[in-house]
């Protein structure tokens, strides 16, 4: 198990898959965290079956993390979707969300990613 994730995580360092998130925001409600954006492919190879990865961290060590695909199955070079991943809390207070994104094949996409709006 070890060498398949080390070996997927050399993929994604080698890959020209790049993605830049255009804009993104993380939603506090009481038991919930919703995280919607845009990204863009500005990578030279269409991605398939992308997903979005949000965390929320709280007070303390608690963490929680949801994952969803992004709103097109397939994204080629230059395109842009939204994404929309809801996180359910069972904590109180909300620190940070953070995000990343995978497909099946990469463990990790490089994305550059500005601080949330």
């Known amino acids: 198990m ?3 994730a080390m ?5 994604a360092a080698q890959s020209g898959y790049q993605l830049r998130v255009l804009s993104w925001s993380c939603f506090v409600f009481e038991n ?5 954006g845009t990204v863009k ?7 398939s079956n992308l ?5 929320v ?3 303390g060590l608690r963490v929680a993390s949801n ?3 992004v709103n097109n199955r ?4 230059g395109e842009v979707t939204g994404f929309s991943v809801k996180v359910m809390t069972n904590f109180d207070s909300k620190k940070r969300c953070e995000l990343g994104f995978r497909n099946p094949v990469l463990v990790q996409i490089a994305a550059l990613i500005p601080n949330p709006r």
Not at 32 to 36: G, K, L, S
Not at 41 to 47: A, E, K, V, Y
Not at 51 to 55: E, I, L, S, Y
Request: proline residues 6%.
């Open 2 to 4: 070890g060498l398949m």
């Open 7 to 11: 070996a997927s995580a050399g993929l």
């Open 32 to 36: 919930a965290t919703i995280v919607r």
């Open 41 to 47: 492919n500005i990578g030279p190879s269409s991605l």
């Open 51 to 55: 997903r979005v990865n949000a965390r």
């Open 57 to 59: 961290m709280g007070k």
């Open 67 to 69: 994952s969803a695909l």
């Open 74 to 77: 397939r994204l080629r070079p």
